[in-house]
T-cell receptor, first 114, second 109 residues
Framework: ETGVTQTPRHLVMGMTNKKSLKCEQHLGHNAMYWYKQSAKKPLELMFVYNFKEQTENNSVPSRFSPECPNSSHLFLHLHTLQPEDSALYLC?????????????FGPGTRLTVL | GQNIDQPTEMTATEGAIVQINCTYQTSGFNGLFWYQQHAGEAPTFLSYNVLDGLEEKGRFSSFLSRSKGYSYLLLKELQMKDSASYLCAFMDSNYQLIWGAGTKLIIKP
């Protein structure tokens, strides 16, 4: 138990569906991250929020839309996804963005796009 | 540019010692992290090195040489539960983690 939870753990969706991934951290951290993890590939940073403000968007397609209503919650809204978007989506948090802090990861959402 | 490299897979025997290497290239460096990830689980933090030298934590140790762009994770007295993927990542000048693809470690009895 890392103090970061993600729901759902598994999601299967069609290309025309709209769904949302949820992340919650109970660590009092100020920075939250979305990563994409594909088999045998490095973790890809998607979005970063620091004190609820989005600080990075690493050229992520607009079919992925993040939302951070407060420092404890992070969402990833999905719409009109492609089969190549199937992957493990990991949420992480750290004390601050610009510091040498370790990141704490949630268990991930395994997404399959049909 | 930036890049980071680690072996794809390694095999070791229970009770033995294994060293997982990681090499990187970057113009801005704010430290190197090692994480462990069991299949289907979240990555968990193992170590952080920002200065040259060896950091020891129980059965696990991590080494860094900034001049060589090189780090290794040393696992001693291997146990079956150490079977996992080991991810190295360096933090660049923008405090962003640049990740390797991970080394899958297989422990055999």
């Amino acid at each position: 138990e890392t103090g970061v939870t993600q729901t759902p753990r598994h999601l299967v969706m069609g290309m025309t569906n709209k769904k949302s991934l949820k992340c919650e951290q109970h660590l009092g951290h100020n920075a939250m991250y979305w990563y994409k993890q594909s088999a045998k590939k490095p973790l890809e940073l998607m979005f970063v929020y620091n004190f609820k403000e989005q600080t990075e968007n690493n050229s992520v397609p607009s079919r992925f839309s993040p939302e951070c209503p407060n420092s404890s919650h992070l969402f990833l809204h999905l719409h009109t996804l492609q089969p190549e978007d199937s992957a493990l989506y990991l949420c992480a948090s750290s004390q601050e963005r610009e510091a040498y802090n370790e990141q704490f990861f949630g268990p991930g959402t395994r997404l399959t796009v049909l | 540019g930036q890049n980071i490299d680690q072996p794809t897979e390694m095999t070791a025997t229970e009770g033995a010692i294994v060293q997982i290497n990681c090499t990187y290239q970057t113009s801005g460096f704010n430290g190197l992290f090692w994480y462990q990830q069991h299949a289907g689980e979240a990555p968990t933090f193992l170590s952080y090195n920002v200065l040259d030298g060896l950091e020891e934590k129980g059965r696990f140790s991590s080494f860094l040489s900034r001049s060589k762009g090189y780090s290794y994770l040393l696992l001693k007295e291997l146990q079956m539960k150490d079977s996992a993927s080991y991810l190295c990542a360096f933090m660049d000048s923008n405090y962003q983690l640049i990740w390797g693809a991970g080394t899958k470690l297989i422990i055999k009895p």
